[in-house]
């Protein structure tokens, strides 16, 4: 199972590179192909996942429940932490609470389940998306601010997650030509995001800090931890149970670099956090999925 579950890994691995190492022989821009990914790619693939997909309300309340009990749990140990340590919330919690559950989750979904198995972590990676443009600017700004609400309103991510959640649950048609185009488009999302994660890693450093080790444990063991209480108590079992232990013990999301630096937040530690977990997901996905099986 271990070793079926690191075979999984090697083309996200080969894209990553591709990434990893073109984005030094052309001068490959992070920030425009993350952009690229997220304004355009994701959100086609987005609406048409939540469009097309049979995950029923029920499920995807439980869903919902499921990564907010996931989210709250971190955010609880995390402000705990800061606090007995005297750090700075704002710059710690962010790679901690945040998993790369598009960047990564998605591909890796896709050639672990198919279809079923990547629709069902788009909606996780959505809601989790939706927290990071609440949750996470009111972390990092220290509440709502009108720059932050300014943001929220211009990302393409969120329309698409209210768009398709209203036209799917509300049974609104959607021409069959554009649900096709969106399909289209969205299935170069996985590959290209997998690329640009590559890109962003390159411009990353792992710096000497005495609370890495301990970032690492809060992202892999206790996101672990927390999906495997939330999928007790929601009682999810099956590939779902199994999508959800795996995106909470995922690697930082870079999302969690980002979102700090646009707001002037120090981001040495989420940058470190996000390439020490990334690189050490190749070991550790594969151990999550074998304690995932029955």
């Given at each position: 199972m271990v070793i079926h579950s690191f075979l999984i890994l090697l083309p996200l691995i080969f894209l990553a590179l591709g990434g990893y190492v073109l984005s030094d022989i052309y001068s490959l821009s992070e920030e425009t192909l993350i952009r690229i990914v997220t304004d355009f790619f994701m959100?086609?693939?987005?609406?048409?996942?939540l469009y097309t997909s049979d995950i029923n309300l029920a499920k995807t309340l439980k869903l919902f429940g499921a990564v907010s009990f996931v989210l709250a749990f971190l955010f609880v140990l995390s402000l705990f932490y800061c606090r007995f340590f005297k750090l700075e919330f704002k710059a710690f919690a962010p790679p901690v609470l945040f998993m790369n559950s598009g960047f990564l989750g998605i591909p890796l979904m896709k050639l672990?389940?198919?279809?079923?198995?990547?629709?069902?972590?788009?909606?996780?990676?959505?809601?989790?998306?939706?927290?990071?443009?609440?949750?996470?600017?009111?972390?990092?700004?220290?509440?709502?601010?009108?720059?932050?609400?300014?943001?929220?309103?211009?990302?393409?991510l969120l329309w698409a997650i209210i768009a398709g959640f209203l036209c799917k649950h509300l049974r609104i048609p959607v021409w069959e030509n554009l649900i096709q185009a969106l399909g289209y488009c969205g299935a170069g999302a996985p590959a290209l995001a997998t690329f640009a994660l590559g890109c962003s890693l390159k411009n990353r450093r792992i710096i000497a800090d005495p609370h890495l080790?301990?970032?690492?444990?809060?992202?892999?063991?206790?996101g672990f931890l927390a999906g495997w209480i939330a999928t007790a108590a929601l009682n999810i079992s099956g590939m779902e149970r199994t999508v959800i232990l795996v995106a909470s013990s995922l690697p930082s999301a870079v999302f969690s670099v980002v979102l700090p630096l646009r707001y002037g937040i120090n981001a040495r530690f989420a940058g470190s956090l996000v390439l020490a977990s990334s690189l050490l997901s190749i070991l550790i996905i594969p151990i999550v999925f074998y304690f995932c099986s029955p």
């Open positions: 959100p086609a693939l987005i609406f048409y996942s672990w389940g198919g279809f079923a198995a990547m629709n069902y972590i788009v909606i996780y990676d959505q809601i989790q998306t939706f927290y990071i443009f609440t949750l996470g600017i009111i972390i990092v700004t220290g509440g709502f601010t009108l720059s932050g609400v300014r943001e929220m309103i211009k990302s393409p080790l301990s970032g690492l444990i809060f992202r892999f063991v206790f």
